[in-house]
């Protein structure tokens, strides 16, 4: 089994290949404007959890999700073809709502921040 080093190298390396290949190869419109915000990959390399976010937010998270569904076999094996391991993990995505839960606290801080202070 690979270290938690290692596997944390496995996940990084596999996210910035599927976001380059997002932006440069994929031409599905449905995939417009995502990005992959976390790869986690299990002990045993079997399965990458892949988190992914959208710009419009969660209005698009279940047609994100049957596109990266869709395009995952392409996905997986040109990934293994740059990625060198024995075997290829599976890839299983999942919706990220951290950036739109970010937005939310920002824009409730800046309220904050520009009400009038009662003295």
Do not use: C
Not at 3 to 16: K, M, N, T, Y
Not at 18 to 25: A, G, Q
Not at 87 to 105: G, K, M, S, V
Request: glycine content about 4%.
């Amino acid at each position: 089994m690979p270290s938690g080093l290692r596997l944390e190298r496995i996940a990084d390396r596999i996210r910035q290949e599927m976001s380059e290949m997002l932006i440069k190869e994929i031409s599905d419109p449905r995939l417009h404007q995502v990005f992959i915000t976390d790869v986690r990959v299990d002990r045993e390399l079997a399965y990458a959890e892949v988190y992914v976010s959208a710009v419009e937010g969660a209005s698009r998270s279940k047609e994100v999700l049957a596109g990266l569904n869709s395009a995952s076999g392409f996905m997986r094996r040109t990934l293994a073809t740059r990625v060198e391991l024995r075997a290829f993990p599976r890839l299983r995505f999942h919706w990220d709502p951290t950036p739109e839960n970010a937005d939310h606290i920002e824009r409730l801080l800046s309220q904050i921040r520009d009400e009038p202070k009662d003295k």
